[in-house]
């Protein structure tokens, strides 16, 4: 192991590290994302990763916690008494949240995909440390917007917010395919908007 003292230990060389990585992972899956190839992205010696990260599902966590990290900075203020204290923008505010930060973190949606469909210690991590927190949080608004009348009352909200989630990350999950169907980049402000407020509309109905 290099001496840390000939290493760069930056926190920005960290941060390049992380976003390789999620770029890795994202495109090839765990199994298919070697540390060299992480560490040629980051434009790092591969000690260099090996001394920050260890092994590659440590790195791998890393890079999770580092996505949501960012996703519940985003959505902290979300759950904060008392504004908005109309649960139709609440709904709103979490759409928007949410849509701006799968636009601007692709990766996080093909991990995700890619996890959530797998039974091993990685997707149980991922549950119990990230998503099971966040639908906990999440759950509340959605109760109350069932009942003020804003979604269906008939409903269990788990399905809603499946489906919400499904709606909103489909585009930019499958972006390629939307490319070559459509011509439409949907990682573009325009179409970001467009698809903001499409799923406004779908749970939100016009008003």
Avoid at 13 to 41: C, K, P, Q, Y
Avoid at 153 to 158: G, L
Wanted: proline content about 7%.
């Amino acid at each position: 192991m290099p001496r840390a003292a000939a290493l760069d230990t930056s926190a920005d060389t960290r941060e390049r590290i992380l976003a390789a990585a999620l770029e890795a992972f994202a495109e090839l899956g765990f199994d298919g994302a070697r540390t060299r190839e992480i560490a040629a992205r980051a434009d790092v010696p591969l000690g260099l990763l090996q001394y920050h990260f260890g092994a590659k599902p440590k790195l791998w966590r890393a890079a999770v916690d580092r996505a949501f990290s960012q996703l519940r900075e985003g959505l902290d203020g979300l759950f904060d008494e008392p504004a908005p204290a109309d649960e139709r923008e609440r709904l709103r505010t979490l759409i928007r949240a949410h849509v701006g930060f799968v636009a601007a973190n692709p990766e996080f949606a093909r991990i995700m995909h890619d996890e959530g469909k797998r039974r091993g210690p990685r997707m149980r991590w991922l549950v119990d440390r990230h998503v099971k927190p966040i639908y906990d949080a999440i759950l509340p608004l959605v109760t109350r917007a069932q009942e003020g009348g804003v979604l269906p009352a008939d409903v269990p909200p788990i399905h809603l917010v499946y489906a919400l989630v499904g709606a909103v990350d489909a585009i930019f999950h499958q972006a390629e395919e939307c490319k070559r169907i459509s011509g439409v980049d949907p990682t573009e402000p325009a179409a970001i908007a467009a698809h903001t407020r499409t799923i406004e509309l779908l749970f939100l109905g016009s008003h």
